[in-house]
């Protein structure tokens, strides 16, 4: 009997086995698992700019000249000194910049290569992507295989105005110009610019490729901080020696398309540092003029102008704020 008994309580004991065991994996089932951590993306930092105080450029109380007066579509007349804005005509209106945009291009080389001391090291060589440019583009006549300074491609691109040389400089900062494109963007953006986008390096026409006069005013106030930068684009010829793809030597005279620098020319500004020109059919004239009177600075940008109305624009402002 006792044996039965013992019997009958093994085999409750061994039928019981089962259920535990599987009660105790319910348990450990019914856990949730302890969720993976997440990798984190490291945030990816923006390009880094040498910093510019921009000041907060402020609106004259009285325009110095009424806008019926002023023939060009759009201006403004900067003195930046004491961060005066004397005439505002359209100021904030989107423009197209044409070859002012070069501004630009000239700034993010020339403080690449002033922080790498490269600025008169022959290190751009024009590509076939360099010459990549649109039929009718003023060229400054490089061809591929030559091999430039810095400073040299500079001078082609502020005097001559060349779509070939600017593209070498953007090539040179960023060795694509897709990617300089998107350094300029960034630039205009630290520059506190807000009416700008840029789609190339040239200023060659595109429906989102635009300025204002005000934004072009401050990208020619940063141009302004560089003295060499000054000098090159208030340089009216330049002659440049540099080698061609078979390493024989080349020479290139390059000539400022803005006269007002030019001391032979009727446009001759005696106030007139520096400049930088700008045409397409839908643009019209463009012009920057970086000016200086009595040791203070003023910048003058002049847009969607007709033939004929950038120079007596500026004669008119000259006569009213210096004279």
């Given at each position: 009997m006792r044996r039965m008994i013992a019997a009958v309580?093994?085999?409750?004991?061994?039928?019981?086995?089962?259920?535990l065991v599987g009660f105790k994996q319910d348990q450990k089932s019914s856990t949730p698992a302890k969720a993976a951590t997440p990798e984190v993306e490291q945030m990816k930092q923006g390009p880094v700019f040498p910093k510019i105080e921009m000041g907060s450029w402020?609106?004259?109380?009285?325009?110095?000249?009424?806008?019926?007066?002023?023939?060009?579509g759009a201006l403004t007349f900067v003195n930046v000194t004491e961060q005066k804005i004397l005439i505002d005509k359209n100021a904030n209106d989107r423009v197209f910049p044409a070859s002012t945009t070069k501004l630009m291009t000239a700034l993010l080389a020339y403080e690449k290569a002033s922080e790498k001391n490269e600025l008169d090291q022959p290190i751009i060589t024009i590509k076939s992507s360099t010459l990549d440019i649109p039929w009718d583009s003023h060229i400054a006549h490089l061809a591929i295989?030559?091999?430039?300074?810095?400073?040299?491609?500079?001078?082609?691109?502020l005097l001559e105005s060349g779509n070939d040389a600017a593209n070498s400089l953007a090539e040179y900062t960023s060795d694509s110009t897709d990617d300089f494109v998107k350094l300029m963007n960034a630039r205009a953006e630290v520059l506190g610019l807000t009416g700008t986008h840029f789609m190339n390096a040239h200023g060659y026409s595109d429906p989102n490729h635009y300025t204002t006069a005000n934004d072009m005013a401050k990208i020619a106030y940063a141009f302004s901080t560089y003295p060499e930068l000054v000098e090159i684009a208030g340089t009216y010829e330049y002659k440049a020696e540099f080698k061609d793809k078979d390493?024989?030597?080349k020479r290139r005279w390059w000539y400022h398309l803005g006269s007002s620098i030019n001391e032979r020319s009727v446009n001759y500004s005696k106030y007139v540092t520096a400049t930088k020109t700008g045409y397409t059919d839908e643009s019209g004239y463009t012009m920057v003029f970086i000016m200086n009177h009595q040791e203070e600075t003023y910048i003058l940008v002049t847009m969607q102008a007709k033939s004929g109305q950038t120079f007596p624009a500026m004669r008119l402002v000259e006569e009213y704020a210096f004279q």
């Open positions: 309580v093994l085999l409750g004991i061994l039928a019981l086995i089962p259920a402020s609106l004259s109380d009285t325009n110095l000249i009424a806008n019926e007066d002023i023939p060009v295989g030559d091999t430039l300074t810095v400073r040299q491609a500079l001078y082609a691109t390493g024989n030597g």
